[in-house]
């Protein structure tokens, strides 16, 4: 008898975590309408502004239990747009991302926290083969019913990290101190996926 409830129980939680996993919806990047910007000092005075034009990846998301999210995306660092032709350039090379040697960076999520009014998203950033956990505080909206018919959802938020813990580091020193380019850089994500 004891054998059978403990098999019984067994099925049910089995069954009950199945049906919590398979409400999340899965959504994909739509880069059409997405942004992956970056901001940093320049010459402590200026601030320099950048995204990355080529990207994918993918969001498992229900509202209703933020246990099942998950999010993931690959950069291509040779889609790296400054506006000056030059300088992404330089960036592409090994004083920067080593575009050759390291050709994307990837994010992969480990957890959706709620905070306050808004919500957190954590997980691995690898940036020239160095993994490193951040926290993106973020705003999540939907899903809601695209032009099409199917279901939207929209990530936007922002972080800052540090390049020198990526093992992105060159900069010069000003003559009267201080660093041609910032070692703080502030992240921007405005996310639209779409229903897959």
Partial sequence: M???????????????????????????????????GFAVKHLQVGTTRGVF???????????????TFKADATIQVSSIDTNNEKRDGHLKSGDFFEAETYPTITFASTRLEK???????????????????????VSVVGPVEGMGGGMV?????????????????????LDGGGLVV????????????HAK
């Fill in 2 to 36: 004891k054998t059978l409830f403990k098999k019984g129980l067994l099925t049910v939680l089995a069954l009950s975590f199945l049906v919590g996993t398979a409400s999340a919806a899965e959504y994909a990047i739509d880069a059409s309408h997405s942004t992956l």
């Fill in 182 to 193: 910032g070692d703080e850089v502030k992240l921007t994500i405005e996310i639209e996926a």
């Fill in 115 to 137: 905070s306050g009014e808004g919500d957190v998203i954590v997980g691995n950033l690898t940036i020239k083969g160095i993994t490193k956990e951040i926290s993106i505080p």
């Fill in 53 to 67: 034009a080529d990207y994918s990846g993918t969001i498992s998301f229900d509202p209703a239990d933020y246990s």
């Fill in 153 to 173: 959802v929209g990530i936007a938020g922002e972080t800052t990290i540090n390049r020198q813990d990526f093992g992105v580091s060159w900069s010069k020193t």
